[in-house]
């Protein structure tokens, strides 16, 4: 993740990409540790990751993020495991496709979030170019209607042909959107209210089933290792 997450944790700021990916590779492989790595005891859970997430800041990587970003393209490569990136505001996710890719990460495995947050069409359609898939997970966060930017981008990639490069998310990081908690509109209302408005302005069934499903059972399926 990034850096203002791990204040005191100096390993995630300054550890080298190869010792970064056996952490990672381990919990893949062996189990997340049940302390978050927070040192100084790993005390493996049961419980495997089926992803990898990274992230930036700035459209500018710094030195950090590219060790990051290095690391995650080598586990990748040792398991297979899919990589999402984190962009800031939506930004910056050509340079995170160049960079993965010249860490030789295939962009049919990298799936970049937020991106919604930026209204410009065209700049998804120069993502999706690259090869990558986008997670759209901003629709919550507004009125669910067909203004929304969100819901916009799902349309119109869609007529453009490109379903098969979008996923949805929630981004449900605050308490005030869950309804478990009081809040709203709550998680569901992906399926009980974004769905049911794609669905009026146009997006068909067979379009929304190669969104919701298609596209993240093959995005989930580990890509196989290397020989």
Not at 25 to 46: K, S
Not at 121 to 135: M, Q, T
Not at 186 to 195: D, E, K, Q, Y
Request: net charge negative.
């Amino acid at each position: 993740h990034t850096s203002k997450w791990y204040p005191g944790r100096s390993w995630a700021n300054e550890c080298d990409p190869e010792t970064l990916a056996d952490l990672f590779v381990a919990d893949v492989e062996d189990g997340i540790d049940r302390f978050d790595y927070q040192g100084p005891v790993v005390a493996r859970t049961p419980h495997r990751a089926g992803l990898i997430k990274v992230g930036a800041l700035q459209e500018i990587l710094d030195d950090r993020d590219r060790r990051v970003f290095a690391a995650a393209a080598e586990t990748h490569r040792r398991t297979g495991v899919p990589i999402l990136t984190h962009c800031e505001e939506g930004r910056g996710g050509l340079v995170q496709i160049d960079l993965l890719s010249t860490f030789g990460v295939d962009p049919a495995h990298v799936v970049l979030s937020h991106t919604d947050k930026v209204a410009d069409v065209r700049y998804h359609l120069d993502l999706i170019d690259s090869g990558v898939s986008l997670e759209f997970d901003q629709a919550l966060r507004h009125p669910i209607t067909p203004d929304s930017t969100t819901l916009h981008l799902v349309a119109t990639l869609t007529e453009a042909g490109k379903a098969a490069h979008l996923m949805l998310g929630t981004d449900g990081a605050r308490r005030s959107m869950w309804s478990a908690y009081g809040g709203s509109p709550g998680l569901a209302s992906l399926m009980t209210g974004v769905i049911p408005t794609l669905a009026d302005m146009g997006v068909d069934r067979t379009a929304l089933d190669q969104i919701l499903i298609v596209n993240p059972a093959r995005f989930f399926a580990f890509a196989p290792e290397d020989p």
